[in-house]
């Protein structure tokens, strides 16, 4: 972020939102000296603020001089040059920077991979824990081969022998997840014998579904249904005296025998002063262009000016010049210094592109069919002199619609949106 340097006010993202808030809100373009580049010897403005730090007028000035004065033994991270080496497998000359000379073997990963391929093998090679071992497999007898470290917890030759060991042998009791096998029950409902596991033998009554849901429409009807709650008792309806029933847990709530009687009751029983929502109805207002009276909600009254669009329309049509609402005092003549190439100046100097959203002159010139626009930051109106408000620091240019933010102060000078 960027500081002012009059009101230190640091919320600024960049050095041309400060200069620009610097010279509207306190009335003046920072100051700024002239000093001389020292790789293209050009003149240059920067503030005061900047001058004593500042040496070239551009980035590109900047890199240069780098360039040229930062390399070999004058640039400061020199370490004596490179060094050359040859390398261990292909015999090839290769350089490297001094600090790596002790530890460089190799011109290439790739000659370094060869050579740990030849080299770092059998007991040759730094994981060496003494060749494999040979290992009988318990299913099938066949002799395998693993590492030393494996010896103690490898049984199998390959998950198949392993699968077909524990198929022969956890079986029945022999399982770790034996639960003690399967038991016999009778079916509650159609009387055939079924087996199921031991673990479930004390919750299973029914050898199928379909027996279950036989047993239950059997059993479980009106008052021995687990989810009776009273059966349909018959209620009235409030607005058409039909009689029509209605389950007993919601036969107090129930009033209406369908949603049409609910809505005919409702628009007979909830109007004008009888409805939840009634605010007073309406009061009367008189239109401001024809006279006319018209009602409108009490909330509406306040504000309510004319009884239709064409009314207003209508008497915003009459109100031009000094009787507009939005009239600030008609044109300014803005005087020496407001010329065509000012505006071109201007224009050039902020890349053709508007300060506030970005968008090119070309394409402006595509969208709205105009070049970019030029506003004063500080307007005319509050300066009498045209060699301040016609300066270059005073202006800044915008495309059509920023530029009418900027006019209606949805925008305020200097601000980003």
């Excluded at 033994?73 to 920077?97: A, F, I």
């Excluded at 299973?204 to 349909?232: H, K, L, M, T, Y």
């Excluded at 300060?355 to 070049?371: A, D, F, L, P, V």
Aim: charged residues 25%.
């Amino acid at each position: 972020m960027v500081e002012c340097p009059t009101c230190s006010d640091d919320e600024f993202e960049t050095e041309r939102a400060m200069k620009i808030h610097h010279a509207t809100a306190h009335g003046e373009k920072l100051a700024q000296v002239t000093t001389t580049c020292e790789h293209c010897g050009e003149e240059y403005t920067v503030t005061e603020a900047e001058a004593d730090r500042s040496r070239f007028c551009s980035k590109d000035c900047l890199s240069n001089w780098q360039a040229d004065e930062f390399s070999g033994q004058k640039s400061p991270t020199w370490t004596g040059g490179e060094v050359e080496l040859t390398c261990e497998y292909c015999g090839d000359t290769y350089t490297v920077t001094p600090a790596r000379e002790d530890e460089s073997r190799f011109c290439s990963s790739e000659c370094h991979g060869q050579w740990r391929s030849e080299h770092k093998t059998g007991t040759d090679s730094p994981a060496w824990e003494g060749g494999d071992d040979a290992v009988t497999c318990e299913f099938c007898g066949d002799r395998y081969y693993v590492r030393p470290a494996r010896v103690n917890e490898t049984r199998f030759c390959s998950k198949e022998c392993k699968h077909d060991w524990q198929a022969a042998n956890y079986t029945g009791s022999n399982n770790p997840f034996w639960s003690g096998g399967k038991v016999e029950l009778s079916c509650e409902q159609c009387g055939e014998s079924y087996r199921v596991n031991s673990a479930v033998a004390a919750d299973s009554r029914f050898c199928s579904r379909s027996c279950q849901s036989d047993w239950q429409a059997d059993n479980w009807v009106q008052e021995d249904a687990p989810a009776w709650d009273g059966g349909v008792v018959t209620v009235e309806c409030v607005q058409c005296g039909t009689e029509f029933g209605a389950k007993q847990s919601v036969a107090d709530t129930r009033r209406f025998c369908s949603v049409e009687c609910m809505g005919d009751w409702r628009s007979e029983q909830r109007s004008g002063s009888d409805a939840p929502g009634w605010q007073g109805g309406t009061v009367t207002v008189n239109c401001e262009h024809c006279g006319e009276k018209f009602d409108r909600k009490p909330s509406e009254a306040d504000t309510a000016r004319f009884c239709s669009y064409a009314c207003r329309d209508e008497w915003l049509s009459s109100r031009t010049g000094s009787d507009h609402p939005n009239w600030e005092g008609g044109r300014i003549p803005y005087g020496p210094g407001w010329n065509p190439q000012t505006r071109q100046a201007v224009r050039e100097r902020d890349d053709y592109t508007c300060q506030e959203c970005g968008i090119s002159q070309e394409q402006h010139q595509e969208q709205i069919g105009r070049k970019l626009d030029v506003h004063h930051l500080a307007s005319a109106r509050d300066n009498t002199n045209p060699a301040v408000y016609n300066a270059a620091r005073n202006l800044i240019t915008l495309c059509l619609p920023c530029h009418r933010k900027y006019e209606t102060g949805e925008l305020p000078a200097g601000q980003s949106s």
